[in-house]
Protein backbone atom coordinates (compact mmCIF):
# COMPACT_ATOMS: atom_id res chain seq x y z
CA UNK A 1 0.00 0.00 0.00
CA UNK A 2 1.31 3.21 -0.67
CA UNK A 3 0.57 6.39 0.66
CA UNK A 4 1.13 9.80 -0.59
CA UNK A 5 1.50 13.27 1.50
CA UNK A 6 3.07 16.43 1.04
CA UNK A 7 1.08 18.67 -1.19
CA UNK A 8 -0.75 21.66 -0.69
CA UNK A 9 -0.97 25.35 -2.32
CA UNK A 10 2.45 27.17 -2.70
CA UNK A 11 2.78 30.38 -4.83
CA UNK A 12 4.43 30.55 -8.16
CA UNK A 13 8.60 29.73 -7.30
CA UNK A 14 7.88 28.44 -4.04
CA UNK A 15 8.75 24.98 -3.51
CA UNK A 16 7.10 21.60 -2.14
CA UNK A 17 8.16 17.98 -1.11
CA UNK A 18 5.91 14.92 -2.09
CA UNK A 19 6.53 11.92 0.34
CA UNK A 20 5.28 8.19 -0.53
CA UNK A 21 5.53 5.41 2.49
CA UNK A 22 5.08 1.58 1.28
CA UNK A 23 3.60 -0.72 3.46
CA UNK A 24 4.57 -3.56 2.93
CA UNK A 25 6.19 -5.55 0.20
CA UNK A 26 10.02 -5.14 -0.60
CA UNK A 27 10.30 -1.60 -1.30
CA UNK A 28 13.86 -1.93 -2.25
CA UNK A 29 13.17 -4.22 -4.88
CA UNK A 30 10.49 -2.08 -6.95
CA UNK A 31 11.39 0.82 -9.08
CA UNK A 32 9.10 4.02 -7.61
CA UNK A 33 7.57 7.09 -9.94
CA UNK A 34 5.46 9.81 -9.64
CA UNK A 35 3.05 10.73 -12.01
CA UNK A 36 -0.03 13.80 -12.07
CA UNK A 37 -3.18 14.73 -13.33
CA UNK A 38 -4.29 18.28 -14.23
CA UNK A 39 -8.23 18.64 -14.59
CA UNK A 40 -9.51 17.73 -18.01
CA UNK A 41 -5.64 16.12 -18.51
CA UNK A 42 -4.66 12.81 -18.82
CA UNK A 43 -2.11 11.39 -16.33
CA UNK A 44 1.73 11.70 -17.34
CA UNK A 45 4.92 10.84 -15.84
CA UNK A 46 7.11 12.78 -14.20
CA UNK A 47 9.95 11.11 -12.53
CA UNK A 48 11.22 7.50 -11.61
CA UNK A 49 13.95 6.18 -9.89
CA UNK A 50 15.05 2.20 -9.53
CA UNK A 51 15.83 0.92 -6.63
CA UNK A 52 19.60 1.88 -6.53
CA UNK A 53 18.67 5.65 -6.63
CA UNK A 54 19.94 5.32 -10.04
CA UNK A 55 18.61 5.12 -13.81
CA UNK A 56 16.00 8.29 -12.88
CA UNK A 57 14.08 9.86 -15.23
CA UNK A 58 12.74 13.40 -15.62
CA UNK A 59 9.87 14.57 -18.16
CA UNK A 60 11.06 17.22 -20.12
CA UNK A 61 8.35 19.73 -18.62
CA UNK A 62 10.38 19.15 -15.33
CA UNK A 63 13.82 18.53 -15.77
CA UNK A 64 16.24 20.69 -13.44
CA UNK A 65 12.85 22.15 -11.24
CA UNK A 66 12.45 18.49 -9.92
CA UNK A 67 14.08 16.04 -8.09
CA UNK A 68 12.91 12.86 -7.26
CA UNK A 69 14.90 10.69 -4.27
CA UNK A 70 14.36 7.46 -2.05
CA UNK A 71 15.10 6.15 1.05
CA UNK A 72 14.86 2.56 0.99
CA UNK A 73 15.38 1.80 4.98
CA UNK A 74 12.56 4.27 5.42
CA UNK A 75 10.36 2.72 2.40
CA UNK A 76 10.07 5.97 1.24
CA UNK A 77 10.21 7.80 -2.03
CA UNK A 78 10.62 11.91 -2.70
CA UNK A 79 9.64 14.26 -4.77
CA UNK A 80 11.50 17.51 -4.41
CA UNK A 81 9.79 20.38 -6.69
CA UNK A 82 11.06 23.28 -6.55
CA UNK A 83 10.77 26.66 -8.61
CA UNK A 84 6.68 25.61 -9.18
CA UNK A 85 4.90 26.91 -11.66
CA UNK A 86 0.55 27.09 -12.50
CA UNK A 87 0.99 24.52 -14.93
CA UNK A 88 2.24 21.88 -12.13
CA UNK A 89 -1.12 22.19 -10.85
CA UNK A 90 -2.19 18.73 -10.15
CA UNK A 91 -3.24 15.61 -8.58
CA UNK A 92 0.23 13.87 -7.70
CA UNK A 93 0.56 10.19 -7.61
CA UNK A 94 3.18 7.79 -6.32
CA UNK A 95 3.34 4.31 -7.95
CA UNK A 96 5.63 1.32 -7.81
CA UNK A 97 6.46 -1.48 -10.39
CA UNK A 98 8.66 -4.80 -10.18
CA UNK A 99 11.77 -3.89 -12.46
CA UNK A 100 10.70 -6.62 -14.96
CA UNK A 101 7.53 -5.06 -14.92
CA UNK A 102 6.32 -3.10 -18.11
CA UNK A 103 4.20 -0.98 -16.21
CA UNK A 104 3.23 0.70 -12.99
CA UNK A 105 1.30 -2.13 -10.89
CA UNK A 106 0.59 -0.10 -7.30
CA UNK A 107 -0.41 3.25 -6.65
CA UNK A 108 -1.56 5.80 -4.05
CA UNK A 109 -4.28 7.78 -3.61
CA UNK A 110 -3.24 10.89 -4.90
CA UNK A 111 -2.01 14.52 -3.28
CA UNK A 112 -3.24 17.54 -4.46
CA UNK A 113 -1.00 20.29 -5.64
CA UNK A 114 -1.93 23.77 -6.10
CA UNK A 115 0.17 26.80 -7.39
CA UNK A 116 -1.27 29.91 -7.41
CA UNK A 117 -1.13 33.41 -6.50
Known amino acids: QLQASGGGLVQPGGSLRLSCALS????????MGWFRQAPGEERESVAR????????YYAASVKGRFTISRDNAKNTVYLQMNSLKPEDTAVYYCAARRPQARDFESWGQGTLVTVSS
Open 24 to 31: GGSFIAYV
Open 49 to 56: IGWNSGNS
